[in-house]
């Protein structure tokens, strides 16, 4: 069993900057692709960005290019997500998750197995 476990978000204002944290451990993140997804209330689970398991690709949900960022440590086992610029409508759960094959060209939950336990992050003044 793969197990993640994400860390660093919190309340910011609108226009503020967070960074998640998602850790692995018993397992070595190398192989895998890892995607951060997000979960508002009543809305249904979205993919916001994924990388690669080398990390020389990533994909982006429209609503967050050019504000968030991936990227991955595979020598701290740890992959990170930047969020920059940040909105109110951005206020949701954020889980990151893995998979072994090329789910980060999709970036869809469903193509994700392994899976954190998320950390929420509210944008409001």
């Known amino acids: 069993q793969l197990q993640l476990v994400e860390s660093g978000g919190g309340l910011v204002q609108p226009g503020g900057s967070l960074r998640l944290s998602c850790a692995a451990s018993?397992?070595?993140?190398?192989?895998?692709?890892i995607g951060w997804f997000r979960q508002a209330p009543g809305k249904e689970r979205e993919g916001v960005s994924c990388i690669s398991s080398r990390g020389g690709s990533t994909n982006y949900a429209d609503s967050v290019k050019g504000r968030f960022t991936i990227s991955r440590d595979n020598a701290k086992n740890t992959v990170y997500l930047q969020m920059n610029s940040l909105k109110p409508e951005d206020t949701a759960v954020y889980y990151c998750?893995?998979?072994?094959?090329?789910?980060?060209?999709?970036?869809?939950?469903?193509?994700?197995?392994?899976w954190g336990q998320g950390t929420q992050v509210t944008v409001s003044s």
């Open positions: 018993k397992f070595t993140l190398d192989y895998y692709a």
């Open positions: 998750a893995a998979d072994s094959g090329s789910s980060w060209l999709s970036c869809t939950p469903a193509d994700f197995g392994s």
